[in-house]
């Protein structure tokens, strides 16, 4: 069986990326990463090649949503052989639940209802459909505790948990750190094996722990220093915001300055050599997602959401401030 499975760039998307590794195999599985200003793209242009989009069996689109007109195309030309589906919680893509290969959720119910995550929808998935059922009990409980984390941190539930919360933060930590393809294989062993043939249920090893030490230092160091950089600006509805330039730890950051500046709706942080806003609130009378991020062509959930913009037209109109003739001549 060939997959091919489009997936977003976070813990979350990556997540979707291990779970399909571990259902269909690693040699079978084509992952492809995306963000809010490419999917569309990518998916248009492989739907487009008949012949790319029948070499694969079942084709996944997880933790990130096209637009309603990719979907439109998708619905059409998949109609007959329905090989994609879509698992995604955003709740700026809830209108894709008219399409009957999609599934948008925004909350499950375990013992009470709350948020849920890409991983964790496609993992019912798979669980339903008996993919996960060549690993004994034992492992399919660590694919069930890894989804848990996954999902505890994507939807910032970890901060309830206190200290049992901490594991999930742990992982992303550990996700910037180790990078993309070796966090996967990392997780895939750590979820078949543990720590080592003694230690099947620990995540952590030492050499992990001394990582994550010199990380969280780091973090605590890069909020330190932006903190002291934040300006506050009032957007088109009326609320007080703060703007930050910034390149990494965007959920740590984001939240903590949130919580540094009780009087902003949310803190915007720009990343302008890759492109890339990120917001966070932690305020209950804002929706980031619908109202904020979906206004420049991104998406994401209440208290957190994303956009992109042209870097390159970015850094071109800051470059031609910066150094045009009347500046140089006031320097002079």
Known sequence: MRVKLFTHTDLD??????????????????????????????????????????????????????????ANMID???????????????????????YDWCMIKEDIY?????????????????????????????VRGKIIQFVDIVRNYDTWRWKELDDKGLI???????????????????????IMFGTSPL????WFSETDML???QKQQDIDIYVEEKAKQIKQFTDQLGNSYG???????????????????????????????????????????INLGTEIAHNYGGGGHPKAAGSTFDSTRAMETVTNWLFDSENFENVL
Request: aromatic share 14%; hydrophobic share 40%.
């Open 13 to 70: 998307g990556i997540g979707c990326a291990v779970l399909a590794y571990l259902a269909f195999g690693k040699e079978n599985v084509d992952v492809e990463y995306c963000n809010y200003d490419d999917i569309d793209d990518k998916v248009e242009v492989f739907m487009e090649d008949d012949s790319l989009y029948r070499s694969y069996d079942n084709i996944f689109i997880t933790d990130i949503s096209v637009s309603d007109s990719v």
């Open 76 to 98: 059409i030309l998949d109609r007959v052989d329905r090989r994609v589906q879509l698992f995604d919680h955003h709740g700026t893509a809830l209108f894709l639940n008219k």
């Open 110 to 138: 375990l013992s009470n209802i709350i948020k849920t995550c890409g991983t964790e929808l496609f993992c019912v998935f798979a669980l339903w459909l008996e993919y996960l059922n060549i690993y004994t009990p034992d």
């Open 168 to 190: 999930s933060k742990q992982m992303n930590d550990l996700f910037h750190i180790y990078g993309r393809e070796k966090f996967i294989d990392w997780a895939m062993k750590r």
């Open 199 to 202: 230690h099947q249920d620990k």
């Open 211 to 213: 990582l994550l030490d």
């Open 243 to 285: 703007i930050v330039f910034a390149e990494r730890y965007f959920s740590e950051l984001g939240n903590q300055l949130c919580e540094m500046n009780p009087d902003l709706a949310y803190v915007a942080m720009i990343d302008i050599s890759n492109g890339r806003v990120s917001y966070r609130s932690i305020r209950d009378d």
